[in-house]
């Protein structure tokens, strides 16, 4: 089985390959390493919807992947999602592609400028094909998703975003993912630890080492199982 693992940064990652066997660099941000009988690629992209859309679809067209496992941190918009805890994300949406008319957002379907069922979209949403029956999936709690190029931390913006989409984390590139996994009909998870809470930006106040620690192993767990098959 061939297995793909997308990151926007070295450092969600870092400690997941410490578990793997290294086996050659493809490029310089795009690694293969072995786990017991799994070959799994390890993507760095990059931060943003870009980065990841570009990257994203040049490692599936060089290699034909039987999953793909977008993994990494998000801002929980929900106090219940507490640092530390990880997710599954079984629907994202861009939520700045669109058009600002006197202080409020609309996105691009809502100012007909694309057509909200067009595929893969379903309501403009994304929404993810499965959990492929696996246990440590099964056990995360799933949630909804939006994806920014930009962070807020304004309160007024962030109670616009809360209201117009009901999110319950926020990502800089999980939609992007799911776009081009459903695009290319690639099987696909989004698996995301909470570092922070989507407030008044404070770095001090975010669980980065925890909540890379959780990211990793149910990201070890989840291969784990893939490699009984």
């Not at 995360?140 to 931390?153: A, C, E, F, M, R």
């Not at 776009?179 to 909470?194: D, G």
């Amino acid at each position: 089985m061939r297995i793909l693992i997308v990151a926007a940064t070295l450092r969600e990652i870092s400690k997941l390959t410490e578990g793997l066997n290294f086996v050659h660099q493809i490029e310089p941000h795009f690694k293969s390493y072995s786990h017991y009988n799994l070959h799994i690629d390890i993507l760095v992209t990059g931060i943003g919807s870009v980065f990841m859309t570009h990257h994203l679809t040049r490692a599936l067209n060089m290699i034909n992947y039987d999953l793909a496992i977008n993994a990494g941190l998000a801002g929980s918009f929900d106090h219940f999602l507490e640092q530390g805890f990880v997710v599954n994300v079984i629907q994202d949406q861009f939520a700045d592609l669109g058009v600002m008319h006197r202080n409020n957002f609309y996105t691009l379907a809502e100012e007909e400028l694309m057509d909200e069922n067009s595929f893969p979209f379903a309501d403009g949403k994304l929404h993810s094909i499965g959990n492929f029956n696996l246990d440590e999936v099964e056990s995360l709690i799933p949630v909804k998703g939006i994806t920014l190029n930009t962070l807020h931390s304004d309160p007024k913006w962030l109670s616009k975003l809360r209201e117009k989409f009901e999110p319950e984390i926020e990502t800089m590139d999980g939609a992007a993912f799911f776009y081009v996994c459903l695009r290319e009909k690639v099987p696909f998870l989004q698996i995301r630890a909470i570092s922070h809470f989507v407030e008044i930006r404070r770095i001090e106040s975010w669980y980065i080492p925890s909540a890379i620690e959780s990211l990793t192993s149910t990201t070890l767990n989840i291969l784990n199982e893939l490699k009984l098959d």
